[in-house]
């Protein structure tokens, strides 16, 4: 999921790849990163968009597609859950010199 973050992985597709089952995946995936493989893929999205942003040059269409979104609403909704904020206001933030806006940590 590294090497093609724009992939629309699957937990199936995932575990395939691994060679497990994907009840199998899935379980030993969360214990050994903490989350369940969907999510986890969708952070490290999050993180290459703002990422992106943070270069000034794409625009969050450009960051949409280099992830694998196919519509900026769409990528809209999932950056503003993972970080609290639109990927124009983090974009905003950022280029004011503030530090980029973090979604307070969520307890266990």
Do not use: I
């Not at 969907?38 to 269409?61: H, I, N």
């Not at 904020?85 to 530090?99: D, I, S």
């Amino acid at each position: 999921m590294h090497r093609d973050v724009a992939h629309p992985w699957s937990v199936e597709a995932l575990a395939g790849v691994a060679g497990m089952s994907r009840s199998a995946f899935a379980l030993r995936f969360k214990e050994l990163v903490g989350a369940p493989p969907l999510e986890y893929l969708t952070r490290w999205r999050m993180y290459k968009v703002g990422c992106e942003l943070r270069g000034g040059t794409a625009s969050v269409a450009d960051a949409a597609a280099l992830v694998g979104y196919e519509s900026v609403g769409a990528l809209n909704r999932a950056f503003q859950r993972v970080h609290g904020v639109t990927p124009a206001a983090f974009r905003r933030a950022v280029a004011a010199g503030e530090p980029a806006p973090r979604r307070a940590a969520r307890s266990a």
